[in-house]
T-cell receptor, first 115, second 109 residues
Framework: GAGVSQSPSNKVTEKGKDVELRCDPI?????LYWYRQSLGQGLEFLIY????????KSGLPSDRFSAERTGGSVSTLTIQRTQQEDSAVYLC?????????????FGNGTRLTVT | GIQVEQSPPDLILQEGANSTLRCNFS?????LQWFHQNPWGQLINLFY???GTKQNGRLSATTVATERYSLLYISSSQTTDSGVYFC???????????FGKGTHLIIQP
């Protein structure tokens, strides 16, 4: 596609429910990233995929968070048993190659509110 | 992990003014990226600049990798330049870019 697409744009969920966030990267981009931005804060790195593989999952905040990427394209970030501190904007980015050699392009994010 | 510091944290200017934003980083890097987050939250990549100087319209950026800093210049500011400017570098583990805390720029008409 023309840009990185994320859905839904907004999600309100009750504490304890599971949510799934989706990211569709720019066509042909092999690298995909998930970040989290809390209100008025900077960007917190969550996870990186090269192709379908995530070499290091240590950036995920807790074991309630998981992510996968299939077909070298679409990625989903799943949060189980959501907590109020999970409320944030979840941003996805992609790059042609890894971020050491290619610029990152971000989607518009999913604003998650846990009530 | 690598530390990224941006200054100033906040900047308020009148339309038409020029500004310089600074990004210092604690370790050697092989690239640096500047982003603009507009008031609606959209993050736009401004520059991918490992070293040297690049220009794009009223914006330009210079990275001096050997001295571990980068500068973003905005000339003839417009209200649409308002937002938060982030710099980001590789490092910090887990293969993600590490972002600074940003410079919050407000351009007043």
């Amino acid at each position: 596609g023309a840009g990185v697409s994320q859905s839904p744009s907004n999600k309100v969920t009750e504490k304890g429910k599971d949510v799934e966030l989706r990211c569709d990267p720019i066509s042909g981009h092999t690298a995909l990233y998930w970040y989290r931005q809390s209100l008025g804060q900077g960007l917190e790195f969550l996870i990186y995929f090269q192709g379908n593989s995530a070499p290091d999952k240590s950036g995920l905040p807790s074991d309630r968070f998981s992510a996968e990427r299939t077909g070298g394209s679409v990625s989903t970030l799943t949060i189980q048993r959501t907590q109020q501190e999970d409320s944030a904007v979840y941003l996805c980015a992609s790059s042609l190659q890894d971020m050491r050699s290619s610029p990152l392009h971000f989607g518009n994010g999913t604003r998650l509110t846990v009530t | 992990g690598i530390q990224v510091e941006q200054s100033p944290p906040d900047l308020i200017l009148q339309e038409g003014a020029n500004s310089t934003l600074r990004c210092n980083f604690s370790d050697s890097v092989n690239n640096l990226q500047w982003f603009h987050q507009n008031p609606w939250g959209q993050l736009i990549n401004l520059f991918y600049i490992p070293s040297g100087t690049k220009q794009n319209g009223r914006l330009s950026a210079t990275t001096v990798a050997t001295e571990r800093y980068s500068l973003l210049y905005i000339s003839s500011s417009q209200t649409t330049d308002s937002g938060v400017y982030f710099c980001a570098v590789p490092g910090g583990g887990a293969d993600g870019l590490t972002f600074g805390k940003g410079t919050h720029l407000i351009i007043q008409p």
